[in-house]
């Protein structure tokens, strides 16, 4: 686009924001209007442009995919919570706590550089045969976890499954002995919390006291794993990598575990009831969906489109004042990326509202996007497989009991208040 033709566009946008209504009016995330149905609200945002100022959260929006991409692939914001304006005091490194360490050290927020040779160093630890040894450790859980359950004649999946998933998987994944379970299990329903910028003070401190045990413990079992090395789990693989790299250390294995921790608690409950929900109301492409494991990947990401469940999108902070798509931006101020914006836009996807498995996508941006891509995608995307392959392969008739009620509480995505699943299993004896 021409510098002209930038100009006449954000012309054409200041118009149209003239005649249209003040967004804190047509757009809330946090309401039962926009659980229903998120889409004319995200369609309202996208009327008003590139960048949208959203005085409820103080902070822009931006929405459209390309430039989101653009901004994950150049980093020219920052993803360090202590950037935003409204952050707490960053401490100095003599009064850090376990969590702070993490935080500011965090490989997620730290400098790009030391970001992207972390990830580099780090990648056999995500090879195809560690995932696949994962996959072998979750399993037998999986199936306990449906044996303890029966054949009821209905239930609802969400506090007899989707609820263990995210722990088990996470214990499994990184290698938590069970005699820390006890321990452990809060940390993996509150630390995304951790640096969430739209909760309470109070709420955001339970997650960081929680962090801070949970830190403890992961210490305790790196020191116990150095002495018995495992061979089927993360924390042994980046033990291992620690070993072979003199720029990888202890705190970078912590930052990488908890980063697992984020990706795979709330939001691995949240892909759950969404893909349970998505497929038994196209019952004609469960078989297609799960064939094999690379065709679910395929399939849950059209999963997630077609759920439209996102509200928040990704936090991003001003490292200084600056100009971002026309607008000038405060030194401080958030930008939360929105891709999801795109996700029923007809412009990007034909008859948005049908459930494809065959659609294909251009930029997938599910698990981000670039150097800032998700880490622990491909074990996510597995440990779905397994669950939902036990779960159609115990109850192949299973259908909706009733249409569930969302949840409007949830901070981040939509969520259902139950999931009751009608078996159609016959007993036996």
């Not at 005649?19 to 229903?36: D, F, K, M, R």
């Not at 590139?50 to 993803?79: F, H, K």
């Not at 780090?122 to 044996?147: Q, T, Y």
């Not at 506090?159 to 938590?176: L, Q």
């Given at each position: 686009?021409?510098t002209?033709?930038?100009?006449?566009t954000?012309?054409?946008y200041?118009?149209?924001k003239?005649?249209?209504?003040?967004i804190?009016?047509?757009?809330?995330?946090h309401?039962?209007?926009?659980?229903?149905?998120?889409?004319p609200?995200?369609?309202?945002?996208?009327?008003?442009?590139?960048?949208?100022?959203?005085?409820?959260?103080q902070?822009?929006?931006?929405t459209?995919?390309?430039?989101?991409?653009?901004?994950?692939r150049?980093?020219y914001?920052?993803?360090?919570?202590y950037?935003?304006?409204?952050?707490?005091?960053r401490?100095?490194?003599?009064?850090w706590?376990?969590?702070?360490?993490?935080?500011i050290g965090?490989?997620?927020?730290?400098d790009?550089?030391h970001?992207r040779?972390?990830?580099?160093?780090s990648s056999?630890?995500?090879?195809?045969?560690v995932i696949?040894a994962?996959?072998?450790?979750?399993?037998?859980?999986i199936?306990?976890?449906f044996?303890?359950l029966?054949t009821?004649?209905s239930?609802?999946y969400?506090e007899?499954?989707?609820?263990?998933?995210p722990?088990?998987s996470?214990?499994?994944i990184?290698?938590i002995?069970e005699?820390?379970?006890?321990d452990?299990?809060?940390?993996v329903?509150?630390?995304?919390?951790?640096?969430?910028?739209t909760i309470?003070?109070?709420?955001r401190?339970?997650?960081?006291?929680?962090?801070?045990?949970?830190?403890?413990?992961?210490r305790?079992i790196?020191?116990?794993?150095?002495?018995?090395?495992?061979q089927?789990?993360?924390l042994s693989?980046?033990?291992?990598v620690?070993k072979?790299?003199e720029?990888f250390?202890?705190?970078?294995?912590?930052?990488?575990?908890?980063?697992?921790?984020?990706?795979?608690?709330?939001?691995?409950l949240?892909?759950?009831?969404w893909?349970v929900?998505?497929?038994?109301?196209?019952?004609?492409?469960?078989?297609?969906?799960?064939?094999?494991?690379?065709?679910?990947?395929?399939?849950?990401?059209?999963?997630m489109?077609?759920?439209?469940?996102?509200?928040?999108g990704?936090?991003?902070?001003a490292?200084?004042?600056?100009?971002?798509?026309?607008?000038k931006?405060r030194?401080?101020?958030m930008?939360?990326?929105m891709?999801h914006?795109?996700?029923y836009?007809?412009?990007?996807?034909?008859?948005?509202?049908?459930?494809?498995?065959?659609?294909?996508?251009?930029?997938?941006?599910?698990?981000?996007?670039g150097p800032?891509?998700?880490?622990g995608?491909?074990?996510?995307?597995?440990?779905?497989?397994?669950?939902?392959?036990?779960?159609?392969?115990?109850?192949?008739?299973?259908?909706?009991?009733i249409?569930?009620?969302?949840?409007?509480?949830?901070?981040?995505?939509i969520a259902?208040?139950?999931?009751?699943?009608r078996?159609?299993?016959?007993?036996?004896?």
């Amino acid at each position: 686009m021409t510098t002209a033709e930038h100009d006449q566009t954000d012309a054409q946008y200041a118009l149209k924001k003239e005649a249209l209504p003040p967004i804190e009016t047509v757009y809330n995330p946090h309401s039962l209007e926009y659980c229903e149905d998120p889409v004319p609200q995200w369609r309202e945002l996208v009327k008003r442009g590139p960048l949208v100022w959203y005085p409820i959260w103080q902070a822009w929006i931006m929405t459209g995919i390309n430039d989101i991409t653009g901004c994950w692939r150049t980093e020219y914001l920052s993803s360090d919570f202590y950037d935003w304006e409204y952050a707490p005091p960053r401490p100095p490194e003599s009064e850090w706590t376990n969590f702070e360490r993490a935080l500011i050290g965090h490989s997620l927020v730290a400098d790009k550089d030391h970001h992207r040779l972390v990830r580099k160093i780090s990648s056999p630890a995500f090879s195809r045969n560690v995932i696949e040894a994962i996959g072998m450790r979750i399993e037998p859980d999986i199936k306990r976890l449906f044996d303890e359950l029966g054949t009821p004649d209905s239930f609802d999946y969400m506090e007899k499954v989707a609820a263990h998933i995210p722990f088990i998987s996470i214990t499994r994944i990184v290698g938590i002995p069970e005699k820390y379970w006890d321990d452990f299990k809060p940390v993996v329903t509150s630390f995304t919390e951790a640096w969430n910028p739209t909760i309470s003070e109070a709420r955001r401190q339970k997650a960081r006291d929680d962090s801070n045990r949970a830190i403890d413990i992961i210490r305790v079992i790196i020191a116990e794993r150095r002495l018995m090395p495992q061979q089927d789990d993360f924390l042994s693989a980046l033990i291992q990598v620690e070993k072979e790299n003199e720029q990888f250390g202890e705190w970078d294995i912590i930052t990488l575990v908890l980063a697992l921790i984020g990706a795979g608690a709330d939001t691995t409950l949240i892909a759950q009831q969404w893909s349970v929900y998505s497929l038994l109301k196209n019952r004609d492409q469960i078989s297609a969906a799960l064939e094999t494991p690379e065709a679910f990947g395929k399939a849950f990401t059209e999963v997630m489109r077609w759920s439209a469940n996102s509200k928040m999108g990704f936090a991003r902070y001003a490292p200084e004042d600056m100009e971002i798509l026309g607008q000038k931006i405060r030194k401080g101020q958030m930008v939360l990326l929105m891709p999801h914006l795109k996700d029923y836009d007809p412009q990007y996807y034909s008859e948005p509202e049908k459930f494809d498995l065959n659609r294909s996508y251009d930029k997938d941006v599910l698990f981000g996007y670039g150097p800032r891509f998700c880490i622990g995608a491909a074990l996510a995307k597995r440990q779905l497989y397994l669950t939902l392959t036990e779960l159609f392969s115990r109850f192949p008739d299973a259908q909706l009991a009733i249409e569930p009620e969302r949840d409007e509480t949830d901070h981040n995505s939509i969520a259902f208040k139950k999931l009751v699943i009608r078996t159609n299993a016959e007993v036996t004896g």
